[in-house]
């Protein structure tokens, strides 16, 4: 069964920097894009961004900025960083599988393997 | 950046009943790459519909997808208590974008 979980502090101050992880289990990471989403309290779904196990990545333009992704393939775990972090930042935080898939001959893409998310709240 | 729009926000029902949902895109987009997903409280998303109208794995075949350019719709042929949730449609693209959802209730 394939499984992702999340891990990292729950609560990080103002102007610092968001760290969490996420462990693959059940599959390999090959092939496929290994994302970060987030949804605050009240808004919609975000995607942050995702990375391939060969180390490349794919961000949201809206947070690239501050946004840094890692694969670490031995460990079959893979990371975010997000920097300079404010209250806007606090969120259900899920780390998800982009899944890919072939619908009348196009390659499409979702996301298909969720982790239960962490909370994570920014404190002034 | 497209938008997506769902409605309505919330959805009253009765198990057995029949449910729509409704997501809009502000442009016109590819059908291939808007999904469906379906959240309960305390779980994460789950992938209902890929390709606008193709089921993921295991999932009943009273759902259903459909629509084109930039209309949408998920179909619940006939309501189960279990499928009380929150629903989210959601465009493959430059930024991933989702819609607000729609909340199934119980009527």
């Known amino acids: 069964q394939v499984q992702v979980q999340e891990s990292g502090p729950g609560l990080v101050k103002s102007s610092e920097t968001l760290s969490l992880t996420c462990t693959v289990s059940?599959?390999?990471?090959?092939?496929?894009?290994w994302g970060w989403l987030r949804q605050p309290p009240g808004k919609r779904l975000e995607w942050i961004g995702c990375?391939?196990?060969?180390?490349?990545?794919d961000y949201n333009p809206s947070l690239q900025s501050r946004v840094t992704m890692s694969m670490d393939t031995s460990k079959k775990q893979f990371s975010l960083r997000l920097s300079s972090v404010t209250a806007a930042d606090t969120a259900m935080y899920h780390c998800?599988?982009?899944?890919?898939?072939?619908?009348?001959?196009?390659?499409?893409?979702?996301?298909?393997?969720w982790g239960q998310g962490t909370m994570v709240s920014v404190s002034s | 950046e497209i938008v997506l729009t769902q409605s309505p926000d919330t959805l009253s029902l009765s198990p057995g009943e029949r449910a729509t949902f409704f997501c809009r895109a502000s442009q016109s987009i590819n059908s291939h790459h808007l999904a469906w997903y379906q959240r309960k409280p305390g779980q994460p998303p789950r992938l209902l519909i890929y390709?606008?109208?193709s089921r993921d794995t295991a999932i009943a075949d009273r759902f259903s997808g459909s629509g084109s350019g930039t209309d949408f719709t998920l179909t619940i042929s006939r309501l189960e208590p279990e499928d009380f949730a929150f629903y989210y449609c959601?465009?493959?693209?430059?930024?991933?974008?989702f819609g607000q959802g729609t909340n199934l209730e119980i009527k």
């Open positions: 390709g606008a109208s």
């Open positions: 959601q465009l493959y693209g430059t930024s991933r974008t």
């Open positions: 059940g599959t390999s990471t090959s092939g496929y894009c």
């Open positions: 998800a599988r982009e899944g890919y898939f072939y619908s009348g001959g196009y390659k499409t893409y979702a996301f298909d393997i």
């Open positions: 990375v391939y196990d060969t180390g490349s990545t």
